[in-house]
């Protein structure tokens, strides 16, 4: 099983739906949680942090489900621009070898059409 | 203003060549990364650096070496070792290893 899963899609919505994106994890030692988003031939651009009591950012909402080791990025009343790549990142915080290091699921293409 | 820069953009090498890929920074962190992309695929980590003359391997360190002689600077070399050197290169930094990384633009390596 690979540490990080994510559905590649692509999800297609029109504009103004809502659309949710999970990340399941593996190894239940992870201790961070990231959302990117990598737009076509750029570079991946923090999109936020997950934390343990879930956060929200405008239209942005991560939440964390530690027993079912998943993380979810909900988006409400998509955008155009809202069309991207969706890449979540997790990060072991002990210590131990894979300690700081950052590792990412393969991305969820997202796609808003008018 | 403050960012991570990377360079060359585009660099395209002939096989059993080795090339360097440039990062710097200047937003005074301590950790520095190297991943790789590829077509369709997540990020995968070459090489991290956690502070100035001190780095680690990462998942797919074979056929790279990289330095870290100051802050700023993470310089990639990409060895006629690698055996498929094709992909995307971005550079990453973070004030320590806890915190979140930031992304330079990225350098497009390309074998002909």
């Known amino acids: 099983r690979k540490e990080v899963e994510q559905d590649p899609g692509p999800f297609n919505v029109p504009e103004g739906a809502t659309v949710a994106f999970n990340c399941t994890y593996s190894?239940?030692?992870?201790?961070?949680f990231f959302w990117y988003r990598q737009d076509c031939r750029k570079e991946p651009k923090l999109l936020m942090s997950?934390?343990?009591s879930g956060n929200e950012d405008g239209r942005f909402t991560a939440q964390l489900n530690r027993a079912s080791q998943y993380i979810s990025l909900l988006i409400r009343d998509s955008k155009l621009s809202d069309s991207a790549t969706y890449l979540c990142?997790?990060?072991?915080?002990?210590?131990?070898?894979?300690?700081?290091?950052?590792?990412f699921g393969q991305g969820t293409i997202l796609t808003v059409h008018p | 203003d403050g960012g991570i820069t990377q360079s060359p953009k585009y660099l395209f090498r002939k096989e059993g060549q080795n090339v360097t890929l440039s990062c710097e920074q200047n937003?005074?962190?301590?950790?520095m990364y190297w991943y790789r992309q590829d077509p369709g695929q997540g990020l995968r980590l070459i090489y991290y650096?956690?502070?100035?003359?001190?780095?680690q391997k990462g998942d797919i360190a074979e056929g790279y070496s990289v330095s870290r002689e100051k802050k700023e600077s993470f310089p990639l070399t990409v060895t006629s070792a690698q055996k498929n050197p094709t992909a995307f290169y971005l550079c990453?930094?973070?004030?320590?290893?806890?915190?979140?990384?930031?992304f330079g633009p990225g350098t497009r390596l390309t074998v002909l």
């Open positions: 997950v934390y343990s």
């Open positions: 937003l005074n962190h301590d950790a």
């Open positions: 190894n239940s030692a992870s201790q961070s």
């Open positions: 990142g997790l990060k072991y915080d002990a210590g131990g070898t894979s300690y700081g290091k950052l590792t």
């Open positions: 990453a930094s973070s004030g320590t290893l806890y915190n979140e990384q930031f």
């Open positions: 650096s956690q502070i100035v003359n001190d780095f």
